[in-house]
């Protein structure tokens, strides 16, 4: 008897799309703090071969969206209050260094000014999914922009637990929805302008509001 997956994967790279549907999952909360995810899970799931399912796992740990300590499991990680205090500390001190370094050249990526109009119309539609994407696309682009293979490795390294927060703690609905937007669009006006100090003010006033909202919803729960 076949047995059908319960997954359908689009026409990509398997690998790839396997990674994307289970990255949503976990950022959309369908796969719990906790929750086993293993190959096996992951091949009858979708229905790909264990070594598919492998190079999913090993791909989602590197980027922090499993944690898996020796001989055991990948489980979806649970973020504390220090976790998140060391998150953001890494994220300040990486884009800091890259607003500073485009504003010097007053130098926006347009990759980040198509990530700002993604915002602004997720926004406008009340679509939550679509402003998480949108907005770790315009913070990575703006780390991208650089050119500095050194700070877009160290980005890569925790852009999956950025992705964690902002899915998991509902950080952008626990702010006006006008806030989103606009805070974004102070910063790249600040690049645009070539304003180096006032990129990293506005930089690490919005970390700083994420931050805060972060941590009291952690203290709620």
């Given at each position: ?26 950022i ?5 703090p ?10 009858t799931?979708?229905?790909?071969a ?5 190079a999913?796992v ?13 001989h ?5 990680p649970?973020?504390?209050t220090?976790?998140?205090e060391d ?5 300040m001190a ?16 347009a990759?980040?000014v ?9 926004t406008e ?15 990575r ?10 700070l877009?490795?160290m980005?890569?390294l925790?852009?999956g ?27 790249l006006?600040a ?18 509001a994420?931050r ?7 203290s709620?729960?």
């Amino acid at each position: 008897m076949t047995v059908r997956p319960e997954f359908a994967l689009g026409p990509a790279s398997i690998t790839d799309a396997l990674y994307e549907s289970v990255r949503r999952r976990i950022i959309n909360e369908e796969l719990r703090p906790g929750e086993k995810v293993t190959e096996a899970r992951l091949s009858t799931e979708y229905g790909v071969a264990r070594p598919t399912a492998k190079a999913c796992v090993e791909r989602l740990v590197v980027v922090g969206l499993l944690q898996r300590s020796t001989h055991k499991s990948a489980v979806v990680p649970t973020l504390d209050t220090s976790d998140i205090e060391d998150l953001f500390t890494s994220r300040m001190a990486i884009e800091s260094a890259s607003v500073h370094i485009l504003a010097a050249g007053a130098t926006v990526p347009a990759e980040a000014v198509q990530a700002q109009s993604d915002i602004e119309i997720a926004t406008e539609r009340g679509s939550y999914e679509h402003i998480v994407a949108a907005d770790i696309a315009y913070h990575r682009s703006l780390v991208a922009g650089t050119g500095s293979r050194r700070l877009i490795r160290m980005y890569e390294l925790i852009v999956g637990e950025i992705e964690l927060t902002m899915g998991r703690y509902s950080a952008h609905k626990a702010t006006s929805r006008a806030s989103i937007p606009e805070e974004h669009a102070a910063i790249l006006e600040a690049i645009r302008s070539g304003d180096p100090d006032a990129a990293v003010e506005r930089s690490r006033a919005h970390l700083e509001a994420a931050r805060q909202r972060l941590l009291a919803h952690v203290s709620d729960d």
